[in-house]
């Protein structure tokens, strides 16, 4: 996979991450939980953005989130630690050269991640096989392309489709979500 994320790993992009993450939560996991006892794997957790949420929200359930940058992870470490949760391991892990046993997760959840690979198909095919039988995958994913703007402008849709370009250059799809 490599580590070319388009959006980069500074300060500023945490906070994005953090933001867009806060904007989704009841979108996106209004009724997000997991039976206690169940392991759920999050695949590119990044700066813990989705984690934190996910935790509390299932607290009886306990999650192994990885992701490949190792600054990501001490962030999102740093998240879990100040809310107090403690049903969360990290893991600095290719989502290509995962050395972990198959089938024993009852759920993966993937939210932005698809987006920024070059091959999801293929990570879609080693995810399948993590998921114990009778497991379930969750694939939450964007499409940049129809991005809508108000007022539009022609500087906000140069914006975007640079950005789609830029995601592309990196080897993702940044309209993988349509």
Do not use: W
Request: net charge negative.
């Amino acid at each position: 996979m490599g580590k070319a994320y388009v959006h980069g790993y500074d300060s500023r992009e945490n906070r994005r991450l953090q933001d867009q993450a806060n904007t989704l939560v009841e979108l996106l996991h209004s009724d997000t939980s997991y039976p206690a006892g169940s392991r759920i794997l999050e695949v590119g957790c990044g700066v813990g953005a989705q984690t934190v949420t996910l935790a509390r929200n299932s607290p009886d359930a306990s999650f192994l989130s990885i992701d490949i940058s190792e600054e990501s992870i001490a962030v999102a470490r740093g998240k879990i630690e100040t809310s107090g949760l403690n049903n969360v391991q990290f893991l600095c892990a290719d989502i290509f050269n995962l050395d972990i046993e198959t089938e024993s997760f009852d759920h993966v959840f993937v939210c932005h991640v698809l987006e920024h690979l070059s091959q999801p198909d293929k990570a879609l095919v080693i995810l399948q096989s993590l998921i114990k039988v009778g497991g379930s995958i969750t694939v939450i994913e964007g499409d940049h392309g129809s991005a809508y703007f108000y007022p539009d402008s022609d500087a906000a849709q140069k914006a975007i489709q640079c950005q789609v370009e830029l995601q592309k250059r990196t080897g993702g799809n940044a309209n993988i979500g349509r």
